[in-house]
């Protein structure tokens, strides 16, 4: 059985918003932004894709290398997906049997697969216009005061 509820939100990003949750908190480990080599078992057909969306995460400071295996995992699932597409392009959405039956095409069902694969991992890395709103890195505004002090004007004197 999963674990239920959202995933744990980091602690830099509860401190970047001011919440109290950051201090309870030790030992999240901390890695260097940089862009790891594509790995060498990344077909050719997805080494372009890793590349520029891993330059992407890294401009938005959260790329590092324990991400790369996850990273190229999308990589290969693009490459798995383009493969399969171009299969079913030559080979139609159906078949017909010996029988007459027109059944589907498992080349569908795979490339679906892939294709599913691939979106989950853009949702991880926030490569999709939806899941950009989930991922958030540093220079973020701090939030405002949660003591009395929010409900007087500080300005008034």
């Given at each position: 059985m999963g674990a239920r509820g959202p995933q744990p939100t980091p602690t830099a990003l509860l401190e970047a918003r001011g919440s109290w949750?950051?201090?309870?908190?030790?030992?999240?480990?901390?890695?260097p932004v940089e862009i790891p080599d594509c790995p060498s078992w990344v077909p050719e057909a997805g080494r372009d894709w890793y590349l520029a969306h891993a330059?992407?995460?890294?401009?938005?400071?959260?790329?590092?290398?324990?991400?790369?295996?996850a990273l190229a995992l999308g990589a290969l699932a693009l490459a798995d997906f383009l493969e399969l597409e171009r299969q079913v392009r030559e080979t139609g959405y159906t078949y017909t049997t010996d029988k007459g039956n027109i059944l589907a095409n498992p080349l569908v069902h795979l490339r679906n697969k892939a294709w599913a694969q691939l979106l989950t991992i853009c949702r991880e890395y926030g490569f999709t216009p939806a899941s950009k709103t989930s991922v958030k890195?540093?220079?973020?505004?701090?939030?405002?005061?949660?003591?009395?002090?929010?409900?007087?004007?500080?300005?008034?004197?």
């Open positions: 949750r950051a201090n309870g908190r030790e030992g999240e480990p901390q890695f330059a992407q995460a890294a401009a938005a400071g959260y790329m590092s290398a324990p991400m790369q295996t890195v540093g220079g973020m505004k701090v939030a405002k005061d949660q003591g009395k002090g929010r409900f007087f004007d500080a300005n008034v004197g």
